[in-house]
Nanobody
């Protein structure tokens, strides 16, 4: 059984930092992408950052230069380092996993891959 469990959310002031974690268990696909998505109340879900098994990465324009996605294969954990946070970064953040054949940053970032597994989300609130 595949499980994705996010942690690390919280409340920070603008300009602050947070690191989100997504602990994965039971996922055995060799070719995959994992993405961070976020959704604020009344807004559509947005892809934030994606990474594949070979550490190719893709970022939404809104977070480039501020957020860094990474993973620790030994620990089966996905991370999202978020720096220089802005109030508009406030949202529920979700990690998700999809099996892919070839890396495509756009496909993974925009949620067009088959993201069969999702975490429960972790809330990030940035105050001005």
């Amino acid at each position: 059984q595949v499980q994705l469990v996010e942690s690390g959310g919280g409340s920070v002031q603008a300009g602050g930092s947070l690191r989100l974690s997504c602990a994965a268990s039971g996922y055995t696909k060799k070719s995959y992408c994992m993405s961070w998505f976020r959704q604020a109340p009344g807004e559509e879900r947005e892809g934030v950052a994606s990474i594949d098994a070979d550490d190719n990465t893709a970022y939404a324009d809104s977070v480039k230069g501020r957020f860094t996605i990474s993973k620790d294969d030994a620990e089966n954990t996905l991370y999202l380092q978020m720096n220089s946070l802005k109030p508009e970064d406030s949202a529920m953040y979700y990690c998700a996993a999809a099996e892919i054949r070839l890396w495509s940053g756009d496909v993974c970032l925009e949620g067009r891959a088959d993201f069969a597994y999702w975490g429960q989300g972790t809330q990030v609130t940035v105050s001005s």
